[in-house]
């Protein structure tokens, strides 16, 4: 990616507002210190989610600015902003619009919903951020710059992410003369699974950071960030995760572990600006999978990707120095060629970048390959630089047009593929805007790390031609760590259809990589869905792998299968998964998504929509233990919502304590579902709101731990009488102790629990899974009708009236 015009950065600053517009929220627009701090007070109490929005310029606070948000239970999430326009209708990205300063503190209490500060500078003021447990989901701090200040963030259960920001040199406090940044997520309890802290593109710089939590049930994890100080720079009480960062004073406190990756110890070399010099170790080091995937924009509002890979720290180098190499042939090999191209960025250690400016007016453009294009150095190929290429721009359908189409002929070998050397060097491949139709496998990444493949076409119709490309046998082969496919804007997807074999293929030891927002298995353009199928979507045998937000449909067999005990760790959240015929999506004909031969402790959910597969989730006999399934929507299935061990319900046991310590138990140790007897709904009144009590039972190990109980509405019940889940309504923590009548360390656990009753009508059918605190979910339990409570009404102050 080059540097943003101001076209882009406008059009950027519009999508932003668009975004933002979209939610139910109170504005306040504020161009002074005094409205500030009128418009903090006001969104204490306002009924609903709040955004502050501040114009661009400096705001010197005559005093604290103090945000305590009321316990009503309207009371929604809080967003602080700057870069605002006159009527804040735009927002500039970027932190240096707008600076707060004044030598006072910020406090931001937040009670409910979640806390979003972003674009903004800093100057002597230090800011705290406390939420209260089980009730914000997220506290995030995105493009902003603290000098001489320090934030501290008290956040039990909640997520934190901290991206694209800087702290320089600190506030003197709790007697440390350069402390900057604090972030203290312990956990409630430990069966919450939201407790997780993300640090990526962060630079503290002549200060220190320091994270607080319990070591088992914490995970934080910092990646593409800068830590660079005369004495410790990086402490934490809790477990990490260290991937691509610049750091050599990491402490670990009270036993916490350090896992770590490609951590950088030379001076990270800085400007003024903390942004990488030309000749900085910084340039193209980091990690393109990050969490939730890399934004535009850097902490300064410049483009998050300059040159070849996005560069480690929270402001990106200015400087571009990747050479450029252009293409004007189809011919399949001699100047101007395509092969030619790679052979010449082969030869030059200088970051290059393939373009296209093939002539003609007529697209696709093909370039037939009897021979595999092997890259053995760090490369840019941009089909989107051939004129003619339409990127997609439909979340929902893909429905970008490549003009640049590599044809493999005959199936007999690779498009495009990465040389050992790269695991030498170290370098990536970014692979954007082509098509690829008959090769054995399209792109195969085995070699290097931190790849970006985005906005391809692999199978299917380009654009709305009848002309349905040729199959390859497997879309994309991942062997490599920390790579990315798709992304979570719509120009940043990839199409994967039409594989004989598999859509995308992640190997054994291929981990942390991310799978986001791609369509799988079925053509927007709307041909023949055998055409467009692939035989499974996507593959798994790695660990740690993100796949998230991605579209699978249509495939053959299974939409995801996790497939051997290498393939843990995994996350699959947020994705559709089968059928949605209003967008010519069609259910895949296996499971949604299968989990089989020794996979484990991997979590689906939340927010996948599993619909219309042959079964929803399969944990086959032969899985692992510990894989948790949360807050999902799983419905319409042949076979079960959720299936474990042999096919068809599995009745309820004794659950064993005799597992494997690291894989858990087979299938999840056939983990009991509860067992309900009734869901009684009160309606609501004038005075008393709606409320809905589900009694029932949980009988499993004693356990110190709760397990997690987690109750779906669906409008009816499965043929076999269990679940599914159409919609997640609540959960409660239930500890098992050893009480009453007991078996082989198994004990029975009553519950009588007020549910959300939020679109639950009389006559729906309620279910309920359970999940150990090790990650084993049950089975769906069996369904029960609700019925309505009739008790009489009783008034406010003892009144009742007729």
């Known amino acids: 990616m080059n540097r943003t015009t101001p076209t882009q950065r406008l059009t950027a600053m519009l999508l932003l507002v668009c975004a933002s517009s979209a939610q139910a929220t109170v504005d306040y627009c504020v161009g002074t210190a005094a409205q500030l701090q009128t418009a903090v007070n006001a969104a204490e109490n306002d009924g609903d989610a709040s955004r502050i929005t501040l114009q661009a310029g400096v705001y010197v606070l005559a005093g604290d600015l103090n945000y305590n948000q009321g316990a009503a239970a309207g009371e929604g999430a809080l967003t602080l902003r700057g870069g605002g326009s006159l009527n804040c209708l735009i927002v500039a990205p970027g932190a240096d619009g707008t600076t707060i300063g004044g030598l006072f503190a910020s406090t931001f209490i ?58 320089a040199n600190g506030a003197d406090l709790f007697s440390v003369p350069d402390f900057a940044l604090w972030i203290n997520a312990s956990q409630a309890n430990a069966s919450d699974p939201d407790g997780i802290v993300h640090l990526i593109n962060v630079s503290v710089v002549e200060a220190l950071a320091r994270v607080s939590g319990t070591n088992r049930a914490l995970s934080v994890r910092v990646t593409n960030s800068i830590f660079q100080r005369s004495a410790a720079e990086l402490e934490s009480s809790a477990n990490l995760v260290v991937r691509n960062t610049r750091s050599n004073g990491i402490q670990m406190l009270g036993g916490a572990t350090l896992t770590s990756s490609n951590v950088i110890t030379f001076g990270a070399g800085l400007n003024a600006q903390y942004q990488p010099t030309t000749n900085s170790p910084m340039l193209d080091r980091g990690l393109s999978a990050v969490y939730e ?52 960025a082969n030869s030059d250690s200088a970051p290059n970048t393939i373009r296209f400016a093939i002539p003609g007016p007529t697209c696709p453009k093909r370039i037939v390959r009897t021979t595999a294009l092997i890259v053995t150095d760090g490369v840019v190929i941009d089909g989107y630089s051939q004129p003619g290429s339409v990127a997609p721009s439909d979340l929902v359908r893909f429905n970008g047009e490549p003009c640049i189409l590599l044809d493999g002929n005959n199936r007999t070998h690779p498009g495009i593929s990465t040389d050992a050397s790269l695991n030498t060097s170290g370098e990536s491949v ?34 709305n031609s009848s002309s349905v490309l040729a199959s390859n046998d497997r879309g994309i082969l991942l062997g490599t760590n920390g790579s990315l496919i798709g992304g979570l804007s719509a120009s940043q997807a990839n199409l994967i259809a039409g594989a004989t074999g598999v859509g995308i293929s992640i190997g054994v030891g291929s981990d942390n990589n991310a799978i986001l927002g791609n369509q799988i298995g079925y053509d927007g353009s709307g041909i023949p869905s055998t055409a467009a199928s692939n035989r499974i979507g996507i593959n798994v045998n790695g660990a740690d792998n993100q796949i998230v937000s991605n579209r699978i449909a249509n495939n053959l067999e299974d939409a995801i299968a996790l497939v051997n005990a290498g393939a843990t760790g995994n996350q699959i959240r947020a994705n559709r998964i089968g059928a ?42 032969s899985a692992g233990g510990g894989n948790r399934i949360e807050r999902n929507s799983i419905l319409g299935h042949i076979g079960l919502g959720i299936d474990l061990d042999q096919a068809g319900v599995t009745p309820n046991n004794l659950d064993s304590s005799i597992c494997n310590i690291v894989t858990g138990c087979l299938s999840n140790n056939d983990q009991n579902f509860p067992e309900l007897v009734s869901a009684v709904l009160r309606p609501a009144t004038v005075l008393i709101p709606a409320s809905l009590t589900v009694a029932g039972s949980l009988r499993s190990l004693i356990s110190a731990t709760p397990y997690r109980i987690e109750f779906y509405r ?38 009588s629990v007020s549910v959300n009753p939020s679109d639950v009508a009389t006559g729906d059918r309620i279910t309920a899974i359970a999940t150990a605190s090790n990650g084993d979910s049950s089975e769906f339990s069996a369904c029960v009708t609700v019925t309505t409570s009739g008790g009489d009404i009783v008034f406010v102050n003892g009144f009742e009236g007729n």
């Not at 929270?314 to 189809?330: F, N, P, R, W």
């Not at 259910?587 to 927010?607: E, F, K, R, W, Y």
Request: hydrophobic letters at 45%; a negative charge; glycine letters at 12%.
């Open 293 to 344: 995937g890399l934004p535009l924009f850097d902490m300064y509002g410049e483009a998050r990707v300059v040159g070849a890979a996005v560069d480690i720290g929270g402001a990106e180098s200015l400087s571009d120095s990747s050479g450029g190499v252009i293409v004007d042939t189809t011919a399949s090999s001699g100047s101007g060629s395509l092969a030619a191209a790679v052979a010449f």
């Open 714 to 751: 669906s409008r009816s019940c499965d043929a076999s009488g269990f679940g599914e889940g159409a919609a997640f309504l609540d959960a409660i923590d239930s500890t098992i102790a050893n009480s009453g009548s007991c078996t082989a360390n198994n004990c029975t656990r009553a519950f």
């Open 110 to 167: 937040q009670r409910r919903g979640d806390l979003l500060i972003q674009n903004m500078t800093f100057v002597n003021v230090d800011a705290a951020i406390t939420t209260f447990a089980g009730f914000t989901d997220s506290v995030r701090v995105n493009r902003v710059l603290m000098l001489n200040a320090m934030l501290h963030v008290i956040a039990p259960t909640a997520e934190v992410v901290v991206r694209d920001s800087v702290w």
């Open 580 to 621: 949605n015929f209003a967008f010519g999506m069609p259910a895949n004909l296996g499971d949604g998504v299968l989990i089989t031969s020794g996979a484990n402790n991997n979590q689906i959910g939340p927010s996948n929509q599993i619909i219309e597969n042959a079964t929803g989730i399969r944990i086959t006999e």
């Open 430 to 463: 970014t692979i954007k805007g082509l098509a690829f139709e008959d090769f054995s496998i399209a792109v195969q990444l085995t070699a290097g790390a931190n790849h970006v493949v985005q906005g391809n076409q692999f199978g299917g119709s380009i654009g």
